[in-house]
T-cell receptor
């Protein structure tokens, strides 16, 4: 039972490069989301999805794109990396409704130089 | 958007109960109250959640005020492994959750 799987665990990018952070869940959850966590801070919601083909912006969406072509996968794309995007990124999923807990992946630590 | 307010940090002695408070005065009637904790270098871990009634599970208890404007997470006997950042959060856009700064719990042996 893998739960929520994020890859890669670590990534270093140069300013201007693009990359995709992968997130997959095997719990058949409809709702998936991406958060970023800066040092010593709480998590901030970047984008979320309430089902395949449906995505929406969270609190800090600028510089990131998402798509949801399947229930299982919810990749996060950085179009042109900037040092301000250096952070730890967490993906989460939930069955939906406020009565269901969030399940988190182990995170991707991204450094942009 | 409903927001929560928590103390930045708290200290506890090992094997004593810990009460972690959370204020959420702008909570709406359908918002669930969730608690998560985060250990260093790990993703957040679900602890407990509730709507109106107090809740118990193997990890903790959740006491919700009658007016729902505040809640308290209760760890009955703190251990060193309970040292973490505890987040009290509410639902957003119906289902998503936004996190505040959390409370850093330190447990002294």
């Amino acid at each position: 039972n893998a739960g929520v799987t994020q890859t890669p665990k670590f990534q270093v990018l140069k300013t201007g490069q693009s990359m995709t952070l992968q997130c997959a869940q095997d719990m058949n959850h409809e709702y998936m989301s991406w958060y970023r966590q800066d040092p010593g801070m709480g998590l901030r919601l970047i984008h979320y999805s309430v089902g395949a083909g449906i995505t929406d912006q969270g609190e800090v969406p600028n510089g990131y794109n998402v798509s949801r072509s399947t229930t299982e996968d919810f990749p996060l794309r950085l179009l042109s990396a900037a040092p301000s995007q250096t952070s730890v990124y967490f993906c989460a999923s939930t069955a939906g409704t406020g009565n269901s807990p969030l399940h988190f992946g182990n995170g991707t630590r991204l450094t942009v130089t | 958007d409903a927001k929560t307010t928590q103390p930045n940090s708290m200290e506890s002695n090992e094997e004593e109960p810990v009460h972690l408070p959370c204020n959420h005065s702008t909570i709406s009637g359908t918002d669930y109250i969730h608690w998560y904790r985060q250990l260093p270098s790990q993703g957040p871990e679900y602890v407990i959640h509730g709507l109106t009634s107090n809740v118990n599970n193997r990890m903790a208890s959740l006491a919700i005020a009658e007016d729902r404007k505040s809640s308290t997470l209760i760890l009955h006997r703190a251990t060193l492994r309970d040292a973490a950042v505890y987040y009290c959060i509410l639902t957003y856009a119906g289902n998503m959750l936004t996190f505040g700064g959390g409370t850093r719990l330190m447990v002294k042996p």
